[in-house]
């Protein structure tokens, strides 16, 4: 029998009735989005039911404003039948700093670096990931840059050794925590000022650990 | 004193299995400012004797935060950002992105076959000076050097065909979302008849130079072997999973951009070691000339772009006659367009591999999600499993065949 992606859908929806959410078909791309409890269950049987043997990607989407926070997307192969199917999850509740989602690493050893890497840039945490780990951004970085929260410009730098000016006095952007504390706004201008008693291992426009 | 000096130099995820208790296992450093490790590419080797026992590659030297960069453009301006990951092939990561950003446009039915086959040439041309490039490279890294040199001489004349056309030899933005940056010009044809003519006698030449050079089946014959299944479940595309005996080409699987109406053929290889990897690039190159070589003759007349005003600007002489032209042209350059909400996921053969883009558009003129599945960051990751278990020399054989670009793979 052959295998399609509407096929695949169909027969999701029939074997796991409760881990489906809703299937999406747009510009031909069919997306099952799935119960995160249900992942696991559903990728086995995609690989070993359907031969969806190739991982291509897991990625992330971060919806700031939306709860859950964030979409986790897998896209699978399937080189027998030629076809390919989106899966989805969505996790992180209000508070949660980094939403855990189980890992397919050991269904796909593909999944390894991928994972790492949304780790790395959304701080999303994969359960049962055999070695998560910083893949992309230095060991010592602390925060997660492709959130949607995170500043475009990255944080600013300290105040040039030779003492050069800060060219703007205030950023109209200010609206997150992170622009309050750049070298444009006074609160940040105090911190830089304060900068020889920071940690030299904090990341400039952090937050100070609290048991200093 | 022994023990001291391991506890503080060994580097956390590599430390020798034995612990110290044989003094011939240690870790080294390879990279990133290694030679042949094309780019900035770090590994950390634990070596018994001249065995390698465990390799752990270590990337991000070269993360620049593209994705997040684009997400803060529009469609249009990302593109030139798509030039500068795999800074060897401009015109296919161009050509993966322009077809993702027009599938979320719902234009791909506008594309006239005048666009399809130019982008088709122009992709089997990167393709081409990418072989070319990574056979010079490659030969060098194991002791071959006048190949780097020919290699360098007929990519040139690929080279200036984009000059060419698009002004630029690298980084050319020439295939963008609606068809093409400019019109071909005159001398287009010409030049790419200049090279078909050149060139099959060139790759005869190479072939004559290493496919039969005793010294060169030495160095890449049984080395750096990935099996079939390995192949597959570390998820690597391209000349690396077709080397191992994979028949798998996103041109002919899911055909894109008119590739189904050429005829060619996908080498395949047999053991999956570097040689094999090397035939299957080497055999490609033919039949990208073959694909061209069709795709000129049949090169019919037609617009270079789409005629929607709303998605590539109108020409020069109706912004100074018609008002609309004239919004049209402003909306464009200051908003850009805004796609329906919704998200694609396009796959391509670049010649590195399956190069994807997955784009998420909220209804905005910028895209809300950027994300780039390239081929070199999957090979690599099949790189440890290559390489461990033989020689120390093998290495440099092993990273050179899966042809890896550091710009793609930290993005």
Known sequence: MAITAASTVEAVRSKFPQAVVETVDYRDEQTIVLQPESLVEVCNYLKQSLQYEYFETVTAVDWLERVPRFDVVYQLLSLSHRCYVRLKVRIGQPGEEHPTVASVASIWPAANWYEREVYDLFGITFAGHPNLRRLIMPKDWTTHPLRKDYPLTGFDLPEPHWGGQVPYTTDPGVGSEYYKQTLRTPEGRELNENRSKVNPSQEPGTKKPVDE | ?411
């Not at chain 2, 630029?168 to 933005?173: C, G």
């Not at chain 2, 750096?224 to 699987?253: C, H, M, N, Q």
């Not at chain 2, 055999?283 to 090169?299: P, V, W």
Request: with cysteine.
């Open chain 2, 1 to 411: 004193m022994r023990q001291e000096l391991e506890k503080k130099y060994t580097v956390e995820e590599s430390q020798s299995p034995a612990d110290g208790a044989h003094a011939d296992i240690m870790t080294i450093n390879m990279g990133p400012q290694h030679p042949s490790t094309h780019g900035v590419l770090r590994l950390l080797l634990t070596i018994e004797g001249e065995t390698v026992l465990k390799a752990e590659p270590d990337i991000g030297f070269l993360h620049t935060g593209i994705e997040k960069t684009a997400e803060s453009k529009t469609y249009h301006q990302a593109l030139v950002l798509t030039d500068r990951m795999d800074y060897m092939t401009p015109l296919n990561n161009n050509l993966a992105y322009s077809l993702a950003v027009e599938r979320l446009l719902g234009i791909e039915d506008q594309i006239n076959n005048k666009i399809k086959y130019t982008r088709v040439i122009l992709a089997e041309l990167q393709r081409l000076s990418s072989h070319l490039l990574w056979l010079g490279t490659h030969a060098l890294d194991l002791g071959a050097q006048s190949v780097f040199l020919y290699c360098f001489r007929e990519r040139e004349t690929i080279l200036d065909i984009f000059e060419n056309i698009s002004g630029v030899r690298m980084m050319t933005s020439y295939i963008c979302p609606g068809g093409l940056q400019a019109d071909l010009t005159p001398e287009f044809e010409k030049l790419v008849r200049g090279v078909l003519a050149n060139l099959p006698g060139r790759i005869a030449e190479y072939h004559d130079l290493l496919t039969s050079n005793q010294l060169w089946v030495e160095r890449t014959r049984g080395v750096a072997v990935l099996t079939k299944e390995e192949a597959i479940a570390y998820g690597t595309s391209g000349p690396v999973l077709r080397g191992s005996g994979f028949a798998w080409d996103i041109r002919k699987v899911f055909p894109y951009t008119g590739y189904d109406q050429f005829d060619f053929d996908i080498p395949v290889g047999t053991n999956g070691d570097v040689y094999d990897r090397y035939l299957v690039r080497m055999l490609e190159t033919e039949q990208s000339l073959k694909i061209i070589r069709q795709a000129i003759d049949g090169l019919p007349a037609g617009n270079y772009r789409v005629s929607d005003p709303k998605i590539a600007p109108p020409p020069k002489w109706q912004i100074t006659g018609s008002m609309e032209a004239l919004i049209h042209h402003f909306k464009l350059h200051t908003e850009g367009y805004r796609p329906p909400k919704g998200e694609v996921f396009v796959r391509t053969e670049s010649p590195k591999g399956e190069l994807a883009f997955y784009l998420v558009s909220d209804g905005g003129p910028k895209p809300y999600r950027w994300h780039v599945r390239g081929p070199s960051y999957a090979n690599l990751q099949a790189l440890p499993r290559m390489i461990e278990g033989g020689f120390l020399s093998d290495v440099v054989a092993g990273i050179g065949s899966i042809d890896i670009l550091l710009g793609e793979v930290d993005r």
